[in-house]
């Protein structure tokens, strides 16, 4: 099993630490990952993107052509990334700042109001933690508890004070469906 | 042991820090920038060890000379743009037979090129690359993990031979991150350099330089480095290699490449054709006798590159004309995908009748 | 009523989103470079050379003739299209990594030679390009990603100011240092620039302007707090104003 995953928003959406967080999760549960973030000139101008693939054994490329999930926090994002999905791939939009349909009809669309269920919990910025609870109910790819321990463990030493609303988010995601 | 999921260039940085690295020297540029800000982060406030943003590479690489001359573990890093500029150094690095570690992370180019990942480096690396007649050892990691075994592995050539030694890397292997082990905690303690200059106490005076008005002196300065080179290739020699026992095609390949030839590999054999990989780690030495040895029993050869062929230079001259070679590269920074090799792959399978 | 035109977008402006990001100085000075170039008339004998740094895509906005250079060799460059061709009007764009660091052989030699070259060099106190490392004319105490711990004077040394360092290198003949982040500021800073092309349009010699710019992303500040800082902060350690005028002494 090799399963690839694309994040992409705005830069300040927190897309880069969805996909981190998610890559050291497969690595707490001894699954092969790698995480490629964006660089460079690509990152001015505000927009941001990085790619995760989990899987059981070595991964050749890190860079996914077809991903099986992707996840979308804005608008461009949206354009940009809608067809390079694979057919019968799962596309995540955060339903509260994107507001246009796909036009594939070969695909599961998934809607999340990320932004809006973070702005409920009080404070938009972990609407990339609601979203990432969601795409880990969707994919089963890992266990949501190995994640919130991750994320414990990471934000502890950095941020206490944000693992409990971080924590929330993730499991306002994972239990939309 | 813990695993750590950092940037590849973070791997580095690291693993140089455990290797005994007390100086670093470096210039911005993309995609090595983990690399120098990690130092900036780690190493600048380490006892007894220096960090430098130096204001060109060229002062860079010279930093290094200098803390090679007074027998320091010394190390500088780059992309190819930044590695072009360093080749003056390195040169006398080699001439004055100084230990040093060089990164480069590959980018695409000629000129200023790219920032994404791409191999168009090899003949720089593997040829000496500044001017004169010389060598230096490269290395050629193709994951996290040997990003962190071959630092190491360079500080120690490089003291041992004392010759700069490159690693070569690539943007990809810089920017990702995957999990790492490192299998030092802290350095050892490294024993002074008996070539170290710091004042003629208890010892006549020493002099290192490489200029002389005879050449019949100069002569013998470069038999001995061949002399040295001549051993490097007969120890250090390293390879990988992927299912070759029964394979009817061999595809040879290295770093990132040889990564993404694994995956095509994997495919190939699910589709029941017999390839097999060979993949150089040392670049220079270059594995010419494993693939002289393989290549009594098996004819064909598939050399890829992310460039338009340089190594494949290489393969010719090991197969002295015995086998059959193709090529596929793509230059310029595009990341080829396993499916697009192994579409490549099977093509040449079937065209050589090897199905058959 | 009438309608007059207050503002209208630059001739020479390509019609292109910039890359650049929201608040940055680059932007402006692009735009200012197009009304200045429309205004003297020099579209048809004008070559830029940008560098490599966040401007490296000049050329997807100011309609003119460009010719990428190597890092910090734009002196270089601008010296042989000079010689070769006296008559075109050159100008460097170039950052402060480019300019300052890895450029200040090229740019020092060039000026004591005298070339009828401009360079309009941005300082924004950063690499800006490769990510927000230090530059040299990154301020005493200035967090950067390879100054994490502040700018330290002991270990980096202080800022380099190279128009007041060029100020005493014979050949250069006008040097003015401006700022873009205020109306009147960008109003100085057109007029120095039209000013320094005057200066080699009458073959008198090196002329250069030093333009303090905002990046607010490697500054981590909202747009307004890096224009602000411009003013609270590096208009101390890079005083505004004419650093060198011999204008007057060249012409007789
Ligand atoms: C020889 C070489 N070294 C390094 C680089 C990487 N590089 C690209 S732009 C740049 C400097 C950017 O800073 P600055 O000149 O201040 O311009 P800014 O981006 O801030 O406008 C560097 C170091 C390069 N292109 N070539
Ligand atoms: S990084 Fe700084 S200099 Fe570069 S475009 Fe953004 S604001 Fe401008």
Redesign the pocket.
């Known amino acids: 099993m090799l399963i690839k995953t694309i994040f992409s928003g705005f830069g300040g959406q927190g897309v880069l630490s969805m996909g981190y967080n998610l890559s050291r999760a497969g690595m707490l549960e001894g699954k092969m990952t790698t995480y490629l973030p964006s660089y460079g000139a690509e990152v001015r101008g505000g927009t941001a993107n990085c790619t995760v693939a989990i899987s059981d054994e070595e991964i050749a490329s890190p860079v996914a052509s077809s991903p099986e999930f992707i996840i979308v926090m804005n608008q461009p994002s949206f354009i940009r990334f809608q067809n390079l999905l694979q057919s019968g791939g799962v596309f995540l939009v955060n339903s509260s700042l994107v507001n246009i349909e796909t036009t594939r009809g070969d695909i599961e669309v998934v809607e999340v109001p990320a932004t809006q269920l973070a702005e409920e919990l009080g404070n938009t910025k972990v609407a990339n933690m609601v979203m990432l609870g969601a795409f880990v109910k969707k994919s089963n790819l890992i266990s949501i508890k190995t994640l919130i321990e991750g994320i414990k463990e990471t934000l502890g030493k950095t941020k206490p004070a944000l693992v409990d609303i971080n924590k929330k988010a993730l499991n306002t995601g994972y239990n939309l469906f | 042991m813990n695993k750590y999921l950092i940037s590849g260039n973070s791997v580095i940085a690291e693993a140089a820090i455990r290797a005994g690295c007390q100086c670093y020297f470096g ?4 995609p090595q920038n983990e690399l120098t800000e990690y130092m900036a982060l780690h190493l600048s406030r380490k006892e007894g060890c220096t960090f430098i943003q130096a204001e ?2 060229i002062s860079a690489i010279n930093m290094v000379y200098g803390a090679s001359i007074a027998g320091a573990r010394a190390m500088t890093s ?2 190819s ?2 590695i ?2 360093k080749q003056e150094g390195i040169s006398y690095l080699a001439a004055c037979e100084l230990p040093a570690v060089i990164v480069n992370m590959m980018r695409g180019g000629p000129g ?1 090129g790219s920032i994404s990942a791409s191999q168009s480096d090899y003949f720089q690396a593997t040829r000496g690359g500044g001017h004169g007649d010389y060598r230096t050892i490269v290395l050629s990691p193709a994951s996290g993990q040997e990003l962190a075994d071959l630092t190491q592995r360079a500080f120690d050539l490089a003291d041992n031979y004392r010759t700069p030694v490159i690693i070569l890397g690539d943007g990809m292997l810089g920017q990702m991150m995957e999990p790492v082990e490192f299998h030092k905690e802290a350095p050892e303690n490294l024993s002074t350099k008996s070539w170290a200059l710091k004042g003629a106490k208890d010892r006549p005076s020493k002099i290192i330089k490489t200029f002389t008005s005879n050449p019949n002196e100069l002569e013998e300065i470069n038999w001995r480095l061949f002399r040295k080179y001549r051993l490097i290739e007969r120890e250090e020699v390293d390879y990988e290699t992927y299912m070759v026992e029964d394979a009817e095609l061999i595809v040879i390949a290295y770093g990132i490449a040889a990564r993404i030839a694994k995956g095509a590999i994997k495919k190939a054999r699910a589709h029941n054709l017999k390839v097999g990989m060979l993949r150089p780690i040392t670049l220079w030495p270059f594995p010419f006798k494993k693939i002289q040895e393989i290549s009594k029993r098996v004819q064909y050869f598939f050399v890829f590159e992310m460039n338009m062929g340089q190594m494949i230079e290489d393969v010719q001259l090991a197969l002295e004309g015995n086998g059959e070679i193709s090529f596929y590269g793509r230059p310029g920074g595009v990341i080829p995908t396993p499916s697009e090799v192994f579409r490549i792959l099977s093509r040449q399978y079937y065209q050589k009748g090897l199905n058959r | 009523m009438t309608i007059k035109t207050v503002y209208k977008r630059p001739k020479l402006l390509k019609e292109r989103l910039f890359h650049y990001c929201p608040g940055c100085g ?1 932007s402006v000075i692009h735009k200012l470079l197009c009304e200045v170039i429309d205004e003297m008339n020099l579209k048809e004998r004008i070559v830029c050379i940008p ?6 895509f000049a050329y997807n906005y100011l309609d003119i003739d460009m010719a990428e250079s ?3 060799r734009g002196a270089a460059v601008a010296t042989g299209i000079k010689r070769v061709s006296p008559e075109t009007i050159v100008f460097t764009y ?6 300052s ?2 450029g200040t052989a090229e740019t020092i030699h060039a000026a004591n030679r005298e070339e009828k070259i401009t360079a309009i060099f ?1 300082n ?1 106190a ?5 990510g927000g ?1 230090m ?1 040299p004319t990154t301020m005493i105490g200035q967090k950067t990603t390879t100054s994490p711990y502040g700018r330290e004077v002991n270990k980096e040394g202080y800022p380099l100011k190279m128009s007041e360092i060029l100020s005493v290198v014979e050949g250069t003949v006008y040097i003015e240092r401006t700022a873009v982040n205020s109306p009147k500021n960008i109003k100085k800073t057109k007029k120095a620039i039209s000013k320094a092309f005057q200066v080699q349009i009458d073959n008198l010699g090196f002329s250069m302007v030093e333009i303090l710019s905002p ?1 607010p992303t ?1 500054w981590k500040m909202s747009p307004i707090e890096s224009w602000h800082w411009v003013d609270k902060e590096m208009v101390k350690e890079f005083p505004l104003g004419v650093i060198k005028d011999r204008i007057k002494v060249k012409k007789c």
Do not use: R
């Open positions: 210039y911005p540029i993309t060109s590479e780059s992309s743009p930044g072009s500029l200023l | 680059h560098p490599p740094g966040c401007s490296v190597a890092h910090g170039q950052g402060d990594g480019d300019l660091a890895i941005v924004n950063v690499y800006g390009m490769t490392q530059a990046c490697n």
